[in-house]
């Protein structure tokens, strides 16, 4: 689908999550709200199934990544990230996500994550295509990383970026882009400085449906179409409309993913 400055774009969305799915019209509800385009991070070998049956139904809608998340990274995480491995080899895919660490549920394979990171990154290097970035209480780790992978080459996302401004100005620095979602409407979050003093240049907007909807949607299960009104937010925070919001972060969206 060619860009159109009038459409909006989720850079993340679990659409395959079984809430989501049970919905039934939760695609057309998005694409009726002018989000036309959704790009679907994976977990692990189970969610791939259901993620591409979605991207098989919606071709010109939504776009599936491969990756092995954080937080599914156990004992069997060679397995695991041999069916990545796979994956990337037989299917075109948008991007290799969700990918990072997690510090916050638990540390006992810590060191996996690292490593599962860091082979995920050249993965991504290998097929030339953007990487999706977790980095929950462990933004500082993520970046130390990205810079030692970044031959020039490498691009993506910090999504849900909750970290500091210095913190988004290194990201930005490395070439990477921040996401922002429905956690930019909450009181307490300092996003709205950190947007204030970054601009849009590098910014894309995301939902992570089901998980972190918008005020004044907070507390109920979050969904795609929610997107406009994040861009609404961060519009009344920057003195701009929504719609601007949404054309700016969807062409920088383009600039990141090959497909769309």
């Known amino acids: 689908m060619p860009y159109q400055d009038n459409m909006f774009t989720d850079t993340h969305t679990h659409l395959y999550d079984e809430k989501l799915m049970a919905d039934g019209q939760q695609i057309e509800k998005a694409i009726a709200a002018g989000v036309t385009r959704m790009y679907m991070p994976n977990c692990d070998s189970n969610t791939a ?3 591409l049956a979605i ?28 069916t990545v491995e796979r994956m990337l080899k037989e299917r075109k895919f948008a991007g290799v996500g969700e990918i990072g660490l997690d510090y916050y549920w638990d540390l006992t394979f810590k060191q996996q994550q690292i490593e599962v990171f860091e082979k995920q990154i050249d993965w991504a290097l290998t097929f030339n295509l953007p990487i999706i970035i977790h980095s929950r209480e462990a933004t500082p780790d993520c970046i130390e990383i ?12 910090f999504h849900c970026f ?7 100005t290194q990201i930005i620095d490395l ?16 996003l709205p400085e950190i947007i204030q003093s970054v601009g849009l240049t590098n910014v894309v907007l995301e939902t992570d449906a089901p998980y972190l909807a918008p005020v ?3 507390g109920k299960q979050n969904e795609s ?7 609404q ?3 009344d925070i920057l003195g701009i409309s929504a719609e601007d919001v949404g054309a700016i972060t969807t062409l920088n969206a383009f600039k990141i993913f090959t497909i769309h």
């Open 233 to 235: 937010k961060i519009g």
């Open 175 to 190: 070439g990477f882009y921040i996401g922002i979602g429905g956690v930019v409407t909450y009181k307490k979050t300092t």
């Open 162 to 168: 909750s970290g500091t401004e210095d913190e988004a």
């Open 49 to 51: 199934a259901p993620m």
């Open 225 to 231: 179409r929610y997107i406009p009104v994040i861009a």
């Open 146 to 157: 990205v810079r030692m992978k970044q031959n020039g080459r490498l691009k993506g996302i």
């Open 55 to 82: 991207a098989d139904k919606w071709p010109l809608n939504c776009f599936p990544m491969a990756g092995l998340h954080p937080t599914y990274v156990k004992e069997n995480y060679l397995d695991e990230l041999a």
């Open 216 to 218: 004044p949607y907070r």
